[in-house]
């Protein structure tokens, strides 16, 4: 038989395949929901850098990883739109083919730029520059280091080489010097890994004592920066906090402080040239569509051009830190740990009926007991929103 799906072809598959498939899914389903872990999409619709709707509810949102309130910018918009009308919806082939459009270089050489590297490549997306830059550079007979709390991403490449992995306890620079010492002789090669900022929990890898400890022993180091462009080191990212650390893969994306979508990891020219030609993630997908490019690079120079945006970013997550005595923000994110997935469900229900989104998170996505309302805050929060949204919070940390 050749040729597409039809309905003699369909009736060829054994009931009891898609059966047995459906049973499987609905046990693991009903596990879920018993133990409030089970997720599902809700349609929202963004109003603009700070309003949503949701359930034909507007709300305010402290969910969103926009920041800088640049997807709704008429800048970035205007770029995005301005790209669409000349260069088409999309990309057309992987980037080695046809899909390298003239906005990817202009793109690339302002992130080389920012981040004061050689060169840079854009990805798709951040999950995958992770999954592919990793296995790239290390393979079975190398080791990966990478502090526990790493996005899933960088899992998901360290996973993909087929290296040693050995997790270190989150930012404990102790355990990574004790696991260095134990396991580097047995590699031929080393990758730490780490976010710059971590996502959950908003705090920030103290990449100064990381590098050192990868220069001492002959280890590359790949810092993901999603969440410290543009809001930490004067919008430059989390390395430029630590002027003395050598980072030699900087990897970031469009899709928090910038406001749109897609990826970037910056280093050396020899090693950017080499991700182009041998990186699975550049070689066999499409290329970034135009559009989102052309919004990123708007997005950079609005950075370049308002740094009291970016400063407002931190300005507003320490008001709300200060005004419930929690430790002071280090970025965006600021959680409120309430431990049980039951709890942190309810307190996420609470606030959005006083006209809040600010979603629970459970694990898996953080660690078992640690589900937590996790708070983002962008540069266009209004302070008494803050102050209402500090008040609203208050109670249910004590319950």
Known sequence: MTGG???????????????????????KLAALEARSLKRTLVPTRRLDGLWVERGGRRLLSFSCNDYLNLSHHPAVKAAAMAAVETHGAGSGASRLVTGDNPIFGLLEAKLAALKGAEAACVFGSGYLANSGIIPTFVGPRDLILVDELAHACIWSGAQLSGARIEPFRHNDMADLAQKLALHRGEAERALIATDGVFSMDGDVAPLGEISALARAHDAWLLVDDAHGLGVVGQGRGTAAMFPQAKVDLAMGTFSKALGGYGAYVCASRPVV?????RTRTVVYTTGLPPANAAAA?????????????????????????????????????????????GRTLAAARALEDQGFLV????????????????????????????????AAVRPLMAS
């Open 5 to 27: 799906f039809n309905g003699t072809a369909l009736s060829c598959i054994p009931p009891a395949v898609s059966d047995s498939l459906t049973a499987f899914a609905q046990g």
């Open 359 to 390: 979603v629970a998170i459970r694990p898996p996505t953080v660690p078992a007991g640690t589900a937590r309302l996790r708070a983002a805050f962008t540069a266009g929060h209004p302070g008494d929103e803050i102050d209402r949204l500090a």
């Open 297 to 341: 690079a708007a997005a950079l120079d609005v950075i370049a051009a308002e740094p009291e945006r970016v400063a407002a970013v931190l300005a507003k997550a320490r008001r709300f830190t200060s005004a419930l005595d929690l430790p002071e923000a280090q970025s965006a994110v600021v959680p409120i740990v309430l431990g049980d997935e």
């Open 273 to 277: 040239d080499f991700i182009k030609t």
